[in-house]
């Protein structure tokens, strides 16, 4: 089972890195970019088959390594 | 509207950073994790209203910055 995961920084807290591509795509020409946030996405390849055993597995991973819960948010989606 | 930007490695192209959170994920105990692939995940808040042409402006920042196309390949997801 496959599992998709993304990691956004919450509302209000300050995004160096999305400011950062903004500014950049400014200078490209491109105009009418009002804002942008960089996040994370990981895709992991599990053994695991159980949807829910998954699911509680991946939740755990993000809650100890892939997401700092203090300032990111995370979302899991399973994929078959 | 805004775009949400996928950016991946392409399939055979080293992955340094997913192999490192394997490897965390590993020593924090979690088993049956086969394979870890990192990317990027960027929300643009775009002033254009026009799906067809806020599409073709997403493409031309991914081709120009937001993605290294000789190794990573990009998706584009318009949401009103």
Chains 1, 2 share one sequence.
Do not use: S, W
């Not at 400011?19 to 053994?47: C, M, P, S, W």
């Amino acid at each position: 089972m496959k599992a998709k995961v993304h990691v956004t920084l919450k509302n209000g807290v300050l995004d160096p890195q999305g400011k950062a591509i903004a500014h950049a795509l400014g200078n490209l020409g491109f105009t009418g970019v009002n804002e942008v946030r960089q996040g994370k996405y990981i895709e992991l390849d599990l053994a695991e088959t159980d949807r829910a055993k998954a699911h509680e597995a991946v939740k755990q991973m993000c809650e100890k390594l892939l997401a700092n819960t203090v300032i990111e948010n995370y979302a899991i989606e399973l994929v078959e």
